[in-house]
């Protein structure tokens, strides 16, 4: 089992910055590194969306949704089990419960597929003001 666990969210102007961060630990047998590791986000009244995902080992490769490219950055510290979101020139259209989620290997459409990640953590709320 991997537990994860998000913070960072809070109330932030539109045009502000703020960095997610996800603390992964538990017993799996597998090395944290070995995750690729998802951002999502659920807006009130609306399904979980896909923000972006970091590549397992060094976090190489990253992919984004549309809608935040240019503005959020993923990033992972394996020495600290972490993975981050930084995201920049916020708008009120970004404000969502944020997660994380563990993903043991992907490929293609899979990365960005929820129900592909199995370990998902409890949400941090992120609200734009304007």
């Known amino acids: 089992q991997v537990q994860l666990v998000e913070s960072g969210g809070g109330l932030v102007q539109a045009g502000g910055s703020l960095r997610l961060s996800c603390a992964a630990s538990g017993r799996s047998g597998r090395s944290f590194s070995n995750y690729v590791m998802g951002w999502f986000r659920q807006a009130p009244g609306k399904e979980r969306e896909f923000v972006g995902f970091?590549?397992?080992?060094?976090?190489?490769?990253?992919r984004y949704a549309d809608s935040v490219k240019g503005r959020f950055a993923i990033s992972r510290d394996n020495g600290r089990n972490t993975v981050y979101l930084q995201m920049n020139s916020l708008k009120r259209e970004d404000t969502a419960a944020y997660y994380c989620a563990a993903q043991r290997g992907c490929s293609g459409s899979g990365c960005y597929d929820g129900s592909r990640y199995q370990y998902w953590g409890q949400g941090t709320q992120v609200t734009v003001s304007s």
């Open positions: 970091v590549s397992s080992m060094t976090g190489s490769t990253t």
